[in-house]
């Protein structure tokens, strides 16, 4: 595509997040979940593959539909409450409705049916901004509502999809679809932290954004597509290993950064006496800490059948623009627990 | 009573647009809901609105609708089934009535003796509300280059149908 289109449209999917996150009026808000929405469909669809072209298609009618389910909501609160203002949801009503709009455009089961799908007919690149760049604005609206109302629905829907990223990504070959489950299992664990206290589901977002884009953006690198392709991806060496230690941080093992993500939901949950939803979590963590495991073990712990040649390569694979990214944002995964002490500033 | 057949005729409106087998009877019903739209708003007081809300759906988008529809249909469209679609609608209404009908014994007054109600929360939207205007417009300019680069196509000559 031109460089010019491209910048602009970049340039006004920043702009797009950046109006919903720092305006107090409900019509910026949907103004820059639309303008998102819009600004990335010929980013996502500029090969002119049917499978990418399909998978816009789903992504614009998910994100269009909710769009205007949260606009009607707000136009409701406006109704009743004679306020645009975000910080005055008086009714339970609107308050539903605009909640149950951002699950939609989060992917929290049990709206969550689009998510797999979408990010499987997307390339890698695409695939980073889709799972890990527009989360933020609906993940920054649903924290600041919580905020003011608590309502048991975010737990409700965050066990479930737990649940769902457990159990829905365990007779999957495709290793986009794996990581799509693994990132709604990942949301469940942030929600339900966001009814206690709001001000952490920031941090652990945070951490989840940045594991994610390290682990996109490794297999982006070695074009890592299916689990077929993992024992015969050419990445630097460094990059074998790094991306084990990163899945395996994702999965929430202790002495990763990943171990973060499970360990503040868990102290959120018992200090506040909620001990009856934490066996949930538990089981859906676990589900998913098996097929992390296979990944890892197709990529670097088990060495398949082949010419003696493979073994000894002089090629050192191809190292890109992101091998610099990559290289920053593993660290995080590695010694990413070091910042646990930062939690013990909010409660 | 005049004012919820005038809503009614709205609902007839938008039951054409997604019951009917042809896009064309779609495109009716779009005018349709267009007009009756205009009659509700002015019937408030709201005529701005009313004028606003008719050049845009019928000078605009309908124009482009019945186009695109003309392009993309079937050869030899089906003749509709407006009997069903007007079942459906009295079915939906009556339905409807049922349940909201003490609300029907209430009368709402016509504003009609000081109309132009709209001005005066419009003219905030030019004055304090300026850059909800200018960012509306810079997401329609996004629009506009996001369906220009879609539509591409294949052939590098101009905008095709196919």
């Given at each position: 595509m031109n460089r010019l289109v491209n910048a602009f449209l970049l340039t006004s999917l920043i702009a797009g997040t950046s109006l919903v996150i720092f305006s107090n009026h409900w019509f910026p808000i949907w103004l820059g979940l639309e303008l998102s929405t819009l600004s990335i469909i010929p980013l996502l669809s500029y090969t002119s593959q049917s499978r990418s072209v399909e998978a816009t298609l789903k992504y614009f009618l998910v994100q269009a539909f909710s769009a205007a389910l949260l606009l009607n909501g707000a136009v409701l609160n406006l109704w009743i409450s004679n306020s645009w203002d975000v910080n005055s949801i008086t009714s339970p009503i609107s308050y539903f409705i605009i909640t149950a709009a951002l699950i939609i455009k989060l992917g929290?089961?049990?709206?969550?049916?689009w998510f797999p799908d979408v990010l499987s007919g997307l390339p890698f690149l695409s695939t980073i901004i889709i799972a890990c760049w527009q989360k933020i604005a609906p993940m920054f609206l649903l924290l600041s509502l919580s905020n003011l109302v608590s309502s048991e629905i975010i737990i409700v829907c965050s066990i479930l999809s737990v649940l769902v990223g457990g159990w829905g990504g365990l007779n999957q070959i495709s290793v986009r679809k794996i990581l799509a489950y693994s990132s709604i299992g990942h949301l469940g664990w942030i929600t339900c932290v966001a009814f206690f206290i709001p001000e952490v589901s920031y941090l652990l977002f945070l951490f989840y954004i940045l594991n994610n884009t390290a682990i996109l953006l490794i297999c982006h690198n070695g074009s890592l597509y299916y689990l077929s392709s993992l024992s015969k991806s050419n990445v630097i060496p460094i990059t074998a290993i790094l991306f084990s230690i990163a899945l395996l941080s994702l999965g929430g093992l202790?002495?990763?950064?990943?171990f973060i993500n499970k360990v503040i939901p868990l102290i959120v949950f018992s200090l506040n006496g909620n001990n009856f939803i934490i066996p949930f979590f538990l089981i859906g963590s676990l589900i998913s800490l098996f097929f992390y495991i296979r990944i890892v073990f197709n990529t670097s712990l088990t060495l398949f059948p082949q010419h003696s040649l493979n073994i000894v390569s002089f090629r050192t694979g191809n190292s890109s623009l992101s091998q610099p990214i990559i290289s920053t944002l593993i660290p995080i995964t590695i010694w990413g627990l070091l910042l646990l002490p930062i939690f013990f500033l909010f409660i | 009573m005049v004012f919820y057949l005038f809503m009614l005729l709205l609902l007839l409106g938008s039951t054409l647009v997604f019951y009917s087998l042809s896009p064309y009877y779609a495109a009716l019903g779009l005018m349709i809901s267009s007009l009756f739209g205009c009659v509700v708003l002015t019937s408030l007081g709201l005529t701005f609105l009313a004028l606003l809300l008719l050049l845009i759906y019928m000078g605009g988008m309908l124009v482009v609708f019945v186009y695109s529809s003309a392009l993309?249909?079937?050869?030899?469209p089906m003749v509709s089934n407006l009997g069903e679609v007007v079942l459906l609608f009295l079915l939906l209404s009556f339905w409807v009535l049922f349940i909201f009908e003490?609300?029907?014994?209430s009368s709402t007054l016509f504003n009609l003796l000081s109309p132009l109600n709209d001005l005066s929360s419009l003219s905030v939207l030019y004055d304090y509300g300026g850059a909800y205007l200018l960012v509306g417009g810079l997401a329609l300019l996004v629009v506009l280059i996001v369906a220009l680069v879609v539509s591409?196509?294949?052939?590098?000559?101009a905008l095709r149908a196919s």
């Amino acid at each position: 595509m031109n460089r010019l289109v491209n910048a602009f449209l970049l340039t006004s999917l920043i702009a797009g997040t950046s109006l919903v996150i720092f305006s107090n009026h409900w019509f910026p808000i949907w103004l820059g979940l639309e303008l998102s929405t819009l600004s990335i469909i010929p980013l996502l669809s500029y090969t002119s593959q049917s499978r990418s072209v399909e998978a816009t298609l789903k992504y614009f009618l998910v994100q269009a539909f909710s769009a205007a389910l949260l606009l009607n909501g707000a136009v409701l609160n406006l109704w009743i409450s004679n306020s645009w203002d975000v910080n005055s949801i008086t009714s339970p009503i609107s308050y539903f409705i605009i909640t149950a709009a951002l699950i939609i455009k989060l992917g929290l089961a049990p709206c969550h049916f689009w998510f797999p799908d979408v990010l499987s007919g997307l390339p890698f690149l695409s695939t980073i901004i889709i799972a890990c760049w527009q989360k933020i604005a609906p993940m920054f609206l649903l924290l600041s509502l919580s905020n003011l109302v608590s309502s048991e629905i975010i737990i409700v829907c965050s066990i479930l999809s737990v649940l769902v990223g457990g159990w829905g990504g365990l007779n999957q070959i495709s290793v986009r679809k794996i990581l799509a489950y693994s990132s709604i299992g990942h949301l469940g664990w942030i929600t339900c932290v966001a009814f206690f206290i709001p001000e952490v589901s920031y941090l652990l977002f945070l951490f989840y954004i940045l594991n994610n884009t390290a682990i996109l953006l490794i297999c982006h690198n070695g074009s890592l597509y299916y689990l077929s392709s993992l024992s015969k991806s050419n990445v630097i060496p460094i990059t074998a290993i790094l991306f084990s230690i990163a899945l395996l941080s994702l999965g929430g093992l202790p002495p990763l950064g990943g171990f973060i993500n499970k360990v503040i939901p868990l102290i959120v949950f018992s200090l506040n006496g909620n001990n009856f939803i934490i066996p949930f979590f538990l089981i859906g963590s676990l589900i998913s800490l098996f097929f992390y495991i296979r990944i890892v073990f197709n990529t670097s712990l088990t060495l398949f059948p082949q010419h003696s040649l493979n073994i000894v390569s002089f090629r050192t694979g191809n190292s890109s623009l992101s091998q610099p990214i990559i290289s920053t944002l593993i660290p995080i995964t590695i010694w990413g627990l070091l910042l646990l002490p930062i939690f013990f500033l909010f409660i | 009573m005049v004012f919820y057949l005038f809503m009614l005729l709205l609902l007839l409106g938008s039951t054409l647009v997604f019951y009917s087998l042809s896009p064309y009877y779609a495109a009716l019903g779009l005018m349709i809901s267009s007009l009756f739209g205009c009659v509700v708003l002015t019937s408030l007081g709201l005529t701005f609105l009313a004028l606003l809300l008719l050049l845009i759906y019928m000078g605009g988008m309908l124009v482009v609708f019945v186009y695109s529809s003309a392009l993309s249909a079937d050869r030899y469209p089906m003749v509709s089934n407006l009997g069903e679609v007007v079942l459906l609608f009295l079915l939906l209404s009556f339905w409807v009535l049922f349940i909201f009908e003490d609300f029907l014994e209430s009368s709402t007054l016509f504003n009609l003796l000081s109309p132009l109600n709209d001005l005066s929360s419009l003219s905030v939207l030019y004055d304090y509300g300026g850059a909800y205007l200018l960012v509306g417009g810079l997401a329609l300019l996004v629009v506009l280059i996001v369906a220009l680069v879609v539509s591409y196509g294949s052939s590098l000559l101009a905008l095709r149908a196919s």
